[in-house]
Structures are given as C-alpha cells and as structure tokens.
C-alpha cells in the first residue's frame, strides 16, 4: 500500500523560509516523479512544482519560482520543497503527490497526472 506522508508545515512570517518533507512508503519511490500542490481556502487545488524520477527535471507555477525549490532524495524516499521568501498569499494546505506512470500522460502540472496524494500539511504566512 502506497502511503505519502507531509510534514514540515508551520506558521511563518512573510520574508520567512520552510521545508516541507514528504517520506514515501510502499512504493520504489526512485521509479517515479513527483509533484507538489496546494489548496487555500475557498479555491481549487493548483500546481505547485514537480521533479521528475531522475532529479534531472523539474517544473514550477510561476508564481513560485525563484522562492522554492523543489528536489528529491531517492537513497531516503523523500520528496522535499524548499519554500523562502514566503508571502500572505502562499497560505495552504500542501499536498505531495506520485506518479506512477513512466512517461507524463496530463502534464505534470495536471491534478490527473498523480494517482496517490498525501494528507497534506498546513502553511500559514503571516503579514
């Protein structure tokens, strides 16, 4: 069974940096890319970043790029997001997400494209 577990949420100031961490169980994490995304209240989920299966690829929303990062570390089955210089408006719910196809079928900016989800991990920024 395919488990994705968040963690590393918190409460930040605006300026402020946090790493989300998402450890992956059940799964050979390696074969796989991965992406994260996030819901804010009262909106749909969106896109955040994705990183292929190899690192070698990566792909961010504009409005986040430059502030996060987002990389893997295959030997500990984890997926992580750098996120600094974090605005009011970054303020959500993050989610991980696998994809276990082995080429891209939606894009891997497309909800369809993941078939497991995390629980999710609450940011807040504060002004």
């Known amino acids: 069974q395919v488990q994705l577990v968040e963690s590393g949420g918190g409460l930040v100031q605006a300026g402020g940096s946090l790493r989300l961490s998402c450890t992956v169980s059940?799964?050979?994490?390696?074969?796989?890319?991965m992406g994260w995304f996030r819901q804010a209240p009262g909106k749909e989920r969106e896109f955040v970043a994705a990183i292929t299966w190899t690192g070698g690829s990566t792909y961010y929303v504009p409005s986040v790029k430059g502030r996060f990062t987002i990389s893997r570390d295959n030997a500990k089955n984890t997926l992580y997001l750098q996120m600094n210089s974090l605005k009011v408006e970054d303020t959500a719910v993050y989610y991980c997400?696998?994809?276990?196809?082995?080429?891209?079928?939606?894009?891997?900016?497309?909800?369809?494209?993941?078939?497991?989800w995390g629980q999710g991990t609450q940011v807040t920024v504060s002004s």
């Open positions: 059940g799964q050979t994490f390696s074969n796989y890319s």
């Open positions: 997400a696998l994809d276990d196809r082995t080429a891209w079928a939606f894009g891997p900016s497309s909800l369809y494209e993941y078939n497991y």
